[in-house]
């Protein structure tokens, strides 16, 4: 089975510009979590959905930064205007409750650099 | 509040030496759950193992084991025979059992390198 897929694995980008970062989650899975890692602040939950609805955006930074997920299979994560402070991996995962472990499955992550 | 820690930072241990990866978790779920994760140098996050609250029993997965102690809050991580292929940053990770249903509480990662 496909795992958590997301885009672009690498992105360099100036700051003040729009960033998109993609994720298609595990089929069947109702519940999407989007986490940031960096070196000081370790792994940090940003947002999760559960059947596309937000239910937790508490750790979403600031306003710059808006998450959406339209249907089952995509989500986004919009970075607006980007800021050299944002460089980090942001990784996009997924869960189906019930399943055997509750488990949450990562992406390969979406590393951003912000110059 | 929930907190995970991992006092070790780093380790290096030479090939087949065994190792230790310690977890120390804070909560006041009484229904919770413990992760370990592998993130190797290609940045990935694999994920390990998952244990329940309600599961003490501890387990063995080849050259992984994982002994769970409720009464010390501590889920320690060992490997057995260490391999080069074992080197990467080790999470140990936290999940309350009454809310949050996908609030992964993270660890500062232990990372390990291991020496031919």
């Known amino acids: 089975d496909a795992g958590v897929i997301q885009s672009p694995r690498h992105e360099v980008t100036e700051m003040g510009q729009e960033v998109t970062l993609r994720c298609k989650p595990i089929s069947g899975h109702d519940y999407l979590f989007w986490y940031r890692q960096t070196m000081m602040r370790g792994l940090e939950l940003l947002i999760y959905?559960?059947?596309?609805?937000?239910?937790?955006d508490s750790g979403m930074p600031e306003d710059r930064f808006s998450a959406k997920m339209p249907n089952a299979s995509f989500s986004t994560l919009k970075i607006q205007p980007s800021e050299p402070r944002d460089s980090a991996v942001y990784f996009c995962?997924?869960?189906?409750?019930?399943?055997?472990?509750?488990?949450?499955?990562f992406g390969e992550g979406s590393w951003l650099t912000v110059v | 509040a929930q907190k995970v820690t991992q006092a070790q930072t780093e380790i290096s241990v030479v090939e087949k030496e065994d190792v230790t990866l310690d977890c120390v978790y804070e909560?006041?779920?009484?229904?919770?759950?413990l992760f370990w994760y592998k993130q190797p140098p290609s940045g990935e996050l694999v994920f390990l193992i998952r244990r329940n609250s309600f599961d003490e029993q501890n387990e063995i997965s080849g050259r992984y084991s994982w002994n769970f102690q409720k009464s010390t809050s501590s889920f320690n991580f060992t490997i057995t025979a260490s391999q080069v292929v074992d080197s990467a940053v080790y999470f140990c990770a936290l999940r309350g059992g009454s809310s949050n249903t996908g609030k992964l509480i993270f660890g500062q990662g232990t990372t390990l390198q291991v020496k031919p």
């Open positions: 995962a997924s869960l189906v409750w019930g399943d055997s472990g509750n488990t949450i499955y």
């Open positions: 909560t006041r779920d009484t229904t919770y759950y």
């Open positions: 959905f559960n059947n596309n609805v937000p239910i937790d």
